[in-house]
């Protein structure tokens, strides 16, 4: 199965972008199928709407009441690097639990 | 082939003296608009964005910030660098309620040039670098920060 990435970052000028492309090349790494997108804080509803994320990956501050229930994870350490591979063996370990 | 980033000396600025983020911004903001890479809006903007979705890196003993604002203010590319004198918090951009001591804000002027990504991704690369932050909050002089930073970002 494809599992689907939504990252969020507050303006596009390609902050999550690099998140984006980070996070799923270590979700690559950890042998999972990934589709990644990203988009502006204030898209995130229609995202979700069209794009059903498995997960949601924010680089900036989003409220939960905005997530439709979806399970979030953050994005800082796929830009920092500080804490990356736990933080993508955390995303990889949720998704593996997703049943289709 | 590959391109590698040029800082400009004009829009470093080092030993920074602010009452708190905001002014910092504002310091750095300006610099960037007199030197021509910014519109005149670029300096509020990005103190607007800095209040909603604040900048604050964790990036371990030395803070960083990565202030930056929507393409329609700038008129080219360019990153400025500001060392404080002393550090000033900043909001975590990943969380509202934590604050990170910052000493080295990299304010980024981007406009929609299509090695952006690319550009940004090679720079982020970078905040990974303990012993370049060490250095970078540090630095006496806008010279010893060009010297640390020049060929760092390979795009």
Known sequence: MVYKV????????????????????????????????????????????????????PTTIVSDNKLCGIKKFPGLPFITGIGMDKAADEIAEYLKSIKE | MEKIFKFDETVIRVGIESVDCYDALDQLANTLCNAGYVKRSYVEAIIAREKIFPTGLPTGKY???????????????????????????????????????????????????????????????NLQDQELLKNLAEAKNVHSVIKLIDGKIKF
């Open chain 2, 63 to 125: 803070g960083v910030a990565i202030p930056h604002a929507d393409i329609c203010h700038v008129n080219s590319s360019m990153i400025a660098i500001g060392i404080l004198k002393d550090p000033v918090e900043f909001k975590n951009m990943g969380n509202i309620e934590d604050t990170v001591s910052t000493k080295i804000i990299f304010m980024l002027a981007m406009n929609n040039s299509e090695n952006q990504v690319k550009l940004l991704s090679a720079f982020m690369g």
């Open chain 1, 6 to 57: 939504l990252t969020v970052c507050g303006t596009g000028i390609a902050t999550s972008t690099v998140a984006a492309e980070k996070c799923k090349q270590l979700l690559l790494e950890r042998g999972l199928s990934i589709n990644a997108i990203e988009c502006k804080v204030s898209e995130i509803e229609g995202k979700i709407s069209v794009f059903q994320p498995h997960v949601i990956v």
